[in-house]
């Protein structure tokens, strides 16, 4: 438990508004719970709309002297932010197992995943690069640089809490924007100790701010407030379309990474070893709650038998428990409400002519759900069509490219998407014909800080990492000079 955390100065129970460590305005408080033994673990501040507004101007105060800071200036503090937290990437990963549920291992490469965004990002600081445009006559000069935007609000899930806010206010940061960053209540301890080491690392008071409490609330403040310049959000597509709707009477800039219904497709010259091991990972880590998880597999007619063996095998073999436990490949779900929707999918699959090959309960009242796979599958199923969020691989048979294609494109959805071929032309032209963001070829596991991040469609718009994830967080200014 949090006991085993060598540096208790990293576990927080108060919110982190100027600099401060401070309780809600209100005084109360909730608990926040550890999903494998349903265990209380942390009482934090419940914010409320005043929480948060003195959170925004506190960012708004930071903004005048941090965007003046040189980029080199800020690129030196971001890369100790990152240094800091590889250097308690240990804590970091136990507090983060705790509250959310993933296996240590998968903890601590999250911990390191989010470092590697504030070290690329303070990077990128120094990139920051304008333009002289050739004019219409030698009388003018035109100019084109790029300023911070703003005050940024951060909205993060509870499914990678340390990364995903990293993923954020890195770039963020290193834009010359401050923030005011409301993590999930499931998860927020992870959030509250890398604002710790923010601190230790000399960011200046007021550039980061955490909120927790009042969804409705706090979101209302961070769509409507006339100092939040840009909202970056991580979650479902139902709550990204009301907070789109919500900053549209100020006409904020918004990036929005939302949910997924990601294909994995196996043609039949694959090699089945690797494609089920790029599925293992892709499908089962972090219990199947990412946004970027395999969840239709469609797998040619000629290997299908052959495929599902091998998977079920694999499948079996994952160890289900505690993620502080060793040896242990799954953890649990993040709520009893998770539970019910993954049980209520793969119930009905079955009710509807699926085939149940391993897995397919819950463990008594517990939140944790057995690794499972279904076969005889098909498009009409509510599987098919909604993002599962659990450790159940529904698969699908399919005939030649064309029908694969087309059954990948049915999906509202357009995150990621996977494939496996050893044939040259097809991994170009499929790759091509996909509708998604993010295509990976023979590869299971595709995100990383170097790499474009985000989706179309209904997936969300804007882009997290790479080179082109700073964009966001700038605005370009045309100057005019007369000479």
């Known amino acids: 438990m949090l006991t085993s955390v060598q540096d208790q100065g990293l576990i927080k129970q108060q919110v982190f508004i100027d600099g401060q460590w401070c309780d809600s305005i209100s005084g109360d408080k909730y608990d926040v719970t550890n999903p494998a033994t349903l265990d209380a673990i942390a009482s934090l501040p419940y914010c409320s709309a005043s929480d948060c507004a003195a959170a925004v101007e506190a960012a708004d105060k930071a903004l005048a002297s941090w965007r003046l800071w040189p980029a080199k200036k800020r690129a030196q503090v971001l890369r100790k932010w990152a240094d800091l ?52 006559d030698g009388n003018k000069r035109i100019m084109c640089i790029k300023q911070p935007v703003g005050v940024v609000a951060c909205i993060t899930p509870w499914n990678f809490p340390n990364a995903m806010l990293a993923r954020k206010i890195a770039p963020a940061l290193a834009a010359g924007c401050t923030v005011v960053c409301k993590p999930s209540e499931e998860t927020p301890l992870s959030a509250l100790a890398i604002a710790e080491l923010a601190q230790r690392a000399g960011i200046p008071d007021g550039v980061i701010n955490l909120v927790i409490g009042d969804v409705p609330a706090i979101g209302e403040v961070l769509t409507q407030h006339e100092k939040i310049a840009k909202l970056t959000f991580t979650g479902s597509t139902k709550v990204g379309k009301q907070l789109l709707a919500q900053c549209a009477s100020t006409v904020k800039r918004t990036s929005m990474e939302l949910g997924g219904n990601a294909p994995f497709v196996v043609f039949a010259d694959a090699d089945i070893d690797a494609a089920v091991q790029g599925l293992l990972v892709c499908k089962f880590r972090n219990a199947g709650q990412t946004c970027v998880c395999a969840n239709r597999i469609l ?37 009893q409400a998770a539970v019910a929707k993954v049980d209520g999918l793969v119930q009905e699959a079955l009710a509807q002519g699926a085939e149940l090959k391993c897995g397919g309960r819950r463990q008594g009242d517990s939140q944790f759900y057995q690794p499972t796979v279904l076969t005889q ?6 599987i098919f069509k909604q993002e599962i969020f659990g450790p159940v691989a529904a698969i699908y048979r399919f005939d030649d490219d064309e029908q694969a294609l087309a059954m990948a494109n049915n999906s509202e959805y357009g995150l990621a998407s996977y494939f496996y071929t050893r044939d040259l032309s097809r991994t170009f032209k499929f790759s091509e014909a996909l509708q998604y963001g993010i295509v990976g070829v023979n590869e299971g596991i595709i995100s990383n800080e170097m790499a474009p991040f985000g989706g179309i469609k209904q997936s969300g718009s804007g882009k997290e990492g790479s080179k082109y994830g700073i964009e966001d967080y700038l605005s370009l200014k045309y100057i005019c000079l007369g000479l």
């Open 299 to 335: 797998v040619h007619s000629s290997i299908h038998d052959v495929f599902v063996e091998k998977l079920v095998a694999a499948t079996q073999a994952l160890r289900l428990g505690n993620g502080l436990d060793q040896g242990v490949d799954v953890g649990p779900l993040i709520s």
């Open 377 to 382: 599958c098909h498009e009409q199923m509510r």
């Open 85 to 136: 937290i590889l250097a308690h990437q240990q804590d970091l990963a136990v507090i983060l197992t705790v509250e959310q549920g993933k296996p240590l291992a998968e903890a601590q490469g999250e911990i390191a995943y989010g470092a590697s965004y504030a070290e690329w990002f303070g990077e990128q600081a120094k990139r920051i690069d304008g333009d002289l445009i050739p004019a219409p």
